[in-house]
Structure formats: structure tokens, C-alpha cells
């Protein structure tokens, strides 16, 4: 896709004054505008698909549908669209997962004002983005890795139960969470019972206490 000389950005992070402070630092270069934003998942999504923008730059943890899940479906329904995570959180396994479900970087919001304008330029150019701070750890965990022979960690749950364990989560649920994700009743139960065996839990009060380790939703 050939850059355009002013990228069209959508800007989703449920916090407004996040989403303001995000913006102006988008907008203090000519070559971004912010044109769109969205307050939460679904909404990210469905101006994603509407409107006519070239970036979508995304929080991780949104209410109703997260960040990732946004992503994976725009991988899927509109491919030659940009993404780029935010996240507060710094950890190697989020940057890896942002990367599975299609997104262009990853940025952590403590160091937005260092690194957002260059990790939106770096997706527009179709190259990715990986924050400064992580990046010898990432390299040196490889190495420590392939030294002995080890493959990088699996994550127990697939991106589709991770999407059910957020919901949960929120509190939603199984026919909220059957609409959310366009899926029938019985198969949220089949997730959820294949949930709590992969993760030996019990209940939702355990799930919720994993997702926000996962940094899923926020406490």
C-alpha cells in the first residue's frame, strides 16, 4: 500500500483523556490525523470497517471486545488496514500476542510521547515496531532460548477463549457473550468448560483474576 501523504488514523482507548492526550500527539506532526474514535471494542471495530482510515491504533484492554480481538478480525476482514497495539503493560508475551493477531507494533502508553509518531510511520511503511526498552530482552531471552534448546513459551488458551475469558470478565454472560462474539450459547459453554480445565480454575472469580494478570481488562 503506498503511503499517503497524511495518514487517517482511528484512535480507540476507552479512556477519553487518554484518547485526547493520544491524539495531540498524533496531530502535532502534519503527516497524521486522528478522523476517527472509539471508546470501546465493537465500536473500534465497526469504524474500522465504515470509515476510511489507513491506521488503526488500538488499547489492548477495552471494554466488550479487546484490543487483540479487534485486531484478529481486522486481519481477517480488512487486511491492507494498519494496526498498532497500546498497552500499559510491559511484557514480552503482549508484544508477541499483538504480533499473532496481525498488529504492526506495540506500544506502551508510559512511553507514548517517545514513541508513538515513529511506531505509526514504522506501520505505514509495512515494517514493525517493537519499544526500545524491550528490545534486548527480547533478543537475550531468544538467545538464553536457543542456546538450550528451548521453544518460546504456548500460550493454554486459544485467541478465541482468550476473547471468552475477557468477556467473562467483564461480567457478561453466556448469551451477552454468544452475541458479542457471533457464536451460539453452546459453544461459549464449550469454551468456558475448556477454559477452567487448561487453566485448572473453578469460577468466574478465578478467571477474572487470571485475565487481569493477562492484562485482559484492567483491576
Same mark, same amino acid.
Given at each position: +500500500?503506498?503511503?499517503?501523504?497524511? $495518514? ?27 478522523? #476517527? ?39 481477517? !476482514? ?6 498498532? +497495539? ?6 514480552? !508475551? ?24 515513529? #511506531?505509526?510511520?514504522?506501520?505505514? *511503511?509495512? !515494517? ?8 534486548? #530482552? ?19 488458551? $486459544? ?25 451460539? @450459547?453452546? $459453544?461459549?459453554?464449550? @469454551? *468456558? ?20 494478570? *493477562? ?5
Amino acid at each position: +500500500m503506498p503511503i499517503p501523504l497524511k $495518514t487517517r488514523v482511528l484512535l480507540a482507548d476507552d479512556h477519553a483523556l487518554v484518547r485526547d492526550g493520544l491524539k495531540l500527539i498524533l496531530e502535532s506532526v502534519p503527516d497524521l490525523s486522528v478522523v #476517527a474514535e472509539a471508546g470501546d471494542g465493537v465500536e473500534a471495530l465497526r469504524l474500522a470497517l465504515s470509515e476510511e482510515v489507513h491506521l488503526a491504533v488500538l488499547d489492548v484492554a477495552m471494554p466488550r471486545m479487546g484490543g487483540l480481538a479487534v485486531a484478529r478480525e481486522l486481519a481477517k !476482514q480488512r487486511p491492507e488496514l494498519r494496526v498498532l +497495539m497500546l498497552s500499559v503493560h510491559d511484557n514480552e !508475551q503482549y508484544f508477541f500476542e499483538a504480533l499473532k493477531a496481525g498488529a504492526s507494533g506495540y506500544v506502551l502508553k508510559s512511553e507514548a510521547n517517545r514513541d508513538l509518531i515513529e #511506531a505509526c510511520r514504522a506501520a505505514m *511503511r509495512g !515494517q514493525p515496531f517493537i519499544y526500545p526498552a524491550a528490545a534486548s #530482552a527480547l533478543v537475550r531471552d531468544y538467545l538464553e532460548r536457543a542456546e538450550a534448546g528451548e521453544e518460546g513459551p504456548k500460550d493454554p488458551l $486459544t485467541p478465541r477463549e482468550l476473547d471468552v475469558v475477557k468477556l467473562i470478565a467483564e461480567g457478561l454472560t453466556s448469551e451477552e457473550i454468544a452475541e458479542a462474539l457471533i457464536i451460539s @450459547h453452546k $459453544t461459549v459453554d464449550r @469454551h *468456558r468448560a475448556n477454559i477452567l480445565e487448561k487453566l485448572e480454575m473453578r469460577n468466574r472469580v478465578e478467571l477474572t483474576r487470571y485475565a487481569i494478570r *493477562r492484562g485482559l481488562v484492567e483491576p
